[in-house]
């Protein structure tokens, strides 16, 4: 089982409808958690960081932290074309080392 | 400068070459990572600096592959003699503050092809 699981998707939303990401991880130690945005050819971009339950909330974006269902999302708002991307979920094991999931491809349908 | 920078873009090395992947972290920032990323594939860790101290170098593959930051701010990733297994983007992050908590930014990214 690898530490950081995701959906590889593709996950089509249509334009303006609400996009849900979704990442489970397995090491109960692990305190931080991030989502990375990549385009096709280009570097990850941090988009959000959550380190404690609940609801984190930048922008059209939405991240929630389940700490004992060891689950972490990403909601996007009002979806549009340019969230077409690859998202990467990644969390800080108890090694302190940031492990990333397989990333899970967004269509948004125009 | 403003963000990470890597160097070469894209280098393609024969089966058995040495490659030498060169990355400017953000000015100030302590903490440097290596990561591998295949296709289809999220990041790899290969390795980690604090300053000029490497201190996880757990994911790199092999002996083959070697990283360096003697300054504590340019780093220097070498693989020698390359395998076609080798080939992948090799991606270079940094972080402003120690430990591996901090967020991280990660620069263009290297592609690199054995033949």
């Known amino acids: 089982q690898k530490e950081v699981e995701q959906n590889s998707g593709p996950l089509s939303v249509p334009e303006g409808a609400i996009a849900s990401l979704n990442c489970t991880y397995s090491?109960?130690?692990?305190?931080?958690f991030f989502w990375y945005r990549q385009y096709s050819g280009k570097s990850p971009e941090l988009i959000m960081s959550?380190?404690?339950?609940g609801d984190k909330e930048d922008g059209r974006f939405t991240a929630q932290l389940n700490k004992a269902s060891q689950y972490v999302s990403l909601l996007i708002r009002d979806s549009q074309p340019s969230d077409s991307a690859t998202y990467l979920c990644?969390?800080?094991?108890?090694?302190?080392?940031?492990?990333f999931g397989k990333g899970t491809r967004l269509h948004i349908l125009p | 400068g403003a963000g990470v920078s890597q160097s070469p873009r894209y280098k393609v090395a024969k089966r058995g070459q040495d490659v030498a992947l060169r990355c400017d972290p953000i000015?100030?920032?302590?903490?440097l990572f290596w990561y591998q990323q295949a296709l289809g594939q999220g990041p790899e860790f290969l390795t980690y600096?604090?300053?000029?101290?490497?201190?996880?170098k757990s994911g790199l593959p092999s002996d083959r592959f070697f990283a360096e930051r003697p300054e504590g701010s340019v780093s220097t990733l070498k693989i020698q003699r390359t395998q076609q297994e080798d080939s992948a983007v090799y991606l270079c992050?940094?972080?402003?503050?120690?430990?591996?908590?901090?967020?991280?930014?990660f620069g263009p990214g290297t592609r690199l092809t054995v033949l």
């Open positions: 090491d109960r130690g692990s305190q931080s």
């Open positions: 959550i380190y404690s339950n």
């Open positions: 992050a940094s972080s402003l503050g120690g430990g591996g908590a901090r967020e991280q930014f």
């Open positions: 000015s100030g920032h302590v903490s």
């Open positions: 600096f604090q300053n000029e101290a490497q201190l996880d």
């Open positions: 990644a969390s800080l094991n108890r090694d302190d080392k940031i492990i």
